[in-house]
């Protein structure tokens, strides 16, 4: 079933994580009911079939976020099948996604991450926290990427970390001098004290650890990182997807261009990293129309 065989495929060559797969399943699995009920297979649809089903989506009242959803699984599902020979047309082509309203990006100054990173002391668990946010600044890695790393997974030497791809793209993400040397200072004078018996050296042991030497939870950097907010005196929405946020703006901010943004984030498809030029674009013109003579 061509279904099942697109599951696999998210599973065994992109490497998505079992909720991803679980979502698109159901986005795929809806299309196929909708078009059975035309008397068509998937890999029988035209760009007509999927006109007439996003429309069917509008109709019902599903909102222009919950449609854009839906068509990038279509888009994926028929570039698996091009690409696996079972059809030659894609019929997503030429179909634009609906224009959503741009929701505000929640990130911070460069000034507040700097007295983020400056906040943990120099005590075991302080060390762990400061390569805890400086890596994750350094790379902008999802914060379940961050809290699955394992020891395997950083090259301290070249200076970079791996992501295996489970929750987005595989991907190797450099960090700067900043990153390594905390990151080194944690592995040599506290990682070792807070696994207790494990081998500190062992490729497949995770590489930030709690005091009781178990991997952390998404639940516990949300707390950690929410007290050295406050600490540090950052009024501002502070999330882990706020530093992510906050290292895509910043790169952003410097020049680079979208493709080499997209690959540091692990996107899978490029209009997720567009939102971060959009938002440039609108701070831009923000600007030129408080400075310009004549632009009012």
């Known amino acids: ?11 065994d060559t992109k490497k998505m994580s079992d909720n991803t797969i679980e979502a698109y399943r159901r986005d795929i699995d809806a ?3 909708f078009l059975a009920e035309r008397g068509k297979e998937p890999d029988q649809a035209t760009n007509t079939d999927v006109v007439a089903y996003l429309m069917d989506l509008k109709t019902a009242g599903k909102s222009r976020s919950t449609v854009n959803r839906k068509l990038a699984s279509l888009r994926i599902f028929y570039k698996f099948l091009i690409n696996s020979g079972r059809m030659s047309e894609d019929p997503t082509e030429e179909i634009r ?41 350094a790379t902008g890695v999802r914060v379940s990427e961050i809290i699955e790393m394992k020891l395997s997974d950083v090259n301290l030497r070249m200076g970079f970390v791996s992501c295996s791809g489970s929750h987005g793209r595989a991907r190797i993400v450099p960090m700067g001098i900043p ?11 506290s990682r070792s004290i807070m696994l207790k ?61 979208i493709k080499s943004l997209q690959e540091l984030m692990g996107h899978e498809d490029i209009s997720a990293t567009q939102v971060y030029f959009g938002e440039q674009k609108n701070r831009i013109k923000d600007v030129y129309d408080r400075c310009h003579p004549r632009a009012k």
């Open 197 to 257: 018996d494990e081998d500190p050296d062992d490729p497949e042991s995770m590489l930030f650890v709690n005091y009781l030497g178990e991997p952390m939870t998404r639940q516990g950097f949300w707390k950690i990182l929410k007290q050295y907010g406050e600490k540090a005196g950052i009024e501002d929405k502070l999330t882990p997807q706020t530093l992510r946020n906050s290292f895509a703006m910043h790169m952003v901010q410097n020049g680079i261009d």
């Open 1 to 11: 079933m061509l279904i099942d065989e697109f599951e696999r495929y998210l599973r």
């Open 31 to 33: 299309y196929a009911r």
């Open 97 to 137: 996604s609906p224009k959503i309203a741009r929701k505000d990006i929640d990130y911070i100054s460069y000034e507040n991450v700097l007295a983020l990173l400056e906040a943990p002391d120099n005590s075991i668990k302080g060390k762990r926290d400061r390569a805890l946010f400086e890596v994750l600044y």
């Open 179 to 189: 990153a390594k040397e905390a990151l080194t200072d944690y592995l040599e004078h």
